[in-house]
């Protein structure tokens, strides 16, 4: 070894993947074992934690097993901890695992909560009373409508689906003020509603609910807009819609 850089750089590539790569020579096994034992423990510790559903459904050996692949071929765009468990979905995400083809939506679902408790996301500015059939109404950052190809809150050691279900799962994540993360599913239209709140581009609420209408085929416009303008008032009640735009 010239320097210290390359004594470093060929001690990390031996702790992330010992099989393939040699430790640093001259320094004996019994101390390298320390770390490896060291970081993989602490990634387990982690990862275990952030992801309690996998972890009971893959078991210890099959668990393991996914950490040490995921040491060994992942590289991370970030340093932090906090980011780690996102970095550990971009990897099932680009694995390709036939034996369970909903491994990656999964760990997305156990991350989101995890993700939104640490989210620092602020409201544009809005009016919390404004009208939201007349003004434009804002979805919350702290809420997230999200779609699954796996029923994915259902999934779990005694449940393990080989086929994906004819419709997609539609949940919705909100933060209270207290910080717990409530999940709930949605209907279609409901994901479809909120889907369409948040990337508007300035239409009124009455806008999109007359749009939702044409798209479920809806004939009777205004009963449909009475019907569902409770609905609104539900969802800023709940914090979903933080009010409407300025």
Known sequence: MTSLHDQLHALAAHVRDPAAHAGPPGI?????????????????????????????????????ALL?????VHRSGTPLFTRLGL?????????????????????????AELGLQLSDATSKPCDPHGDLLAGIPAL??????????????????????????PEPT????????????????LSPLLFRLLERIGENGGR????LLRQLADEAG??????????????????????VLSGTLC
């Open 68 to 72: 040490r692949r995921f040491l060994a």
């Open 170 to 185: 539609l949940v919705l994540l909100r933060r209270e003020d207290d910080g717990r993360v409530r999940f709930s599913t």
């Open 87 to 111: 970095e550990f979905v971009a990897f099932l995400d680009a694995e390709a695992d036939d034996t369970r083809p909903w491994l990656a939506e999964l760990a997305h679902y156990e991350w």
């Open 218 to 239: 809806q004939t009777d416009i205004d009963g449909f807009l009475r019907e569902a303008a409770p609905m609104l008032q539900r969802l800023r009640d709940e914090g």
């Open 28 to 64: 004996e096994d019994r101390r390298l074992n320390v770390y490896r034992e060291l970081v993989f423990n602490n990634l387990d510790g982690l990862l275990a934690g952030n992801f309690p559903v996998i972890r009971q459904t893959l078991g210890d050996a099959e668990w393991h």
């Open 140 to 165: 919350s950052p702290l809420a997230w409508p999200l779609a699954y190809r796996w029923p994915v809150h259902r999934i779990g050691p005694a449940f393990q689906p080989t086929e994906p279900p």
């Open 204 to 207: 009124s609420g009455r806008e």
